[in-house]
């Protein structure tokens, strides 16, 4: 059983910038396709970003130019790190693992494996 653990949320205002990261327990991680999910109160979960295990990259049209998804297979780590933020990236942030391809295209929830317990962000005015 694969665990995440994300950490790096916080409360910034708009414009400012955060770093997620997401450790994952097993030395299998860097075989996944690793992606960042969102959910605000009220919306349903939402992918933003996913990365390859050779570092290829997607990112949903709300946060492109504007985040950047990475990896460090080394250390088992994902990351996000968002700039420019938004009211609207407000949000509690997900990192999930995929064991499966394809990687890229549509995020769907249900071919993600394993979750992370999320960590907020939350943008202010």
């Known amino acids: 059983q694969e665990q995440l653990v994300e950490s790096g949320g916080g409360s910034v205002q708009a414009g400012g910038s955060l770093r997620l990261s997401c450790v994952a327990s097993?030395?299998?991680?860097?075989?996944?396709?690793m992606g960042w999910f969102r959910q605000a109160p009220g919306n349903e979960r939402e992918g933003v970003a996913a990365?390859?295990?050779?570092?290829?990259?997607s990112y949903a049209d709300s946060v492109k130019g504007r985040f950047t998804i990475s990896r460090d297979n080394a250390k088992n780590t994902l990351y996000l790190q968002m700039n420019s933020l938004k009211p609207e990236d407000t949000a509690m942030y997900y990192c999930?693992?995929?064991?499966?391809?394809?990687?890229?295209?549509?995020?769907?929830?249900?071919?993600?494996?394993?979750w992370g317990q999320g960590t907020q962000v939350t943008v202010s005015s």
């Open positions: 990365i390859a295990s050779a570092g290829i990259t």
């Open positions: 999930a693992a995929k064991l499966f391809p394809p990687c890229m295209g549509r995020m769907i929830l249900g071919q993600y494996s394993y």
């Open positions: 097993r030395y299998t991680y860097s075989r996944y396709c």
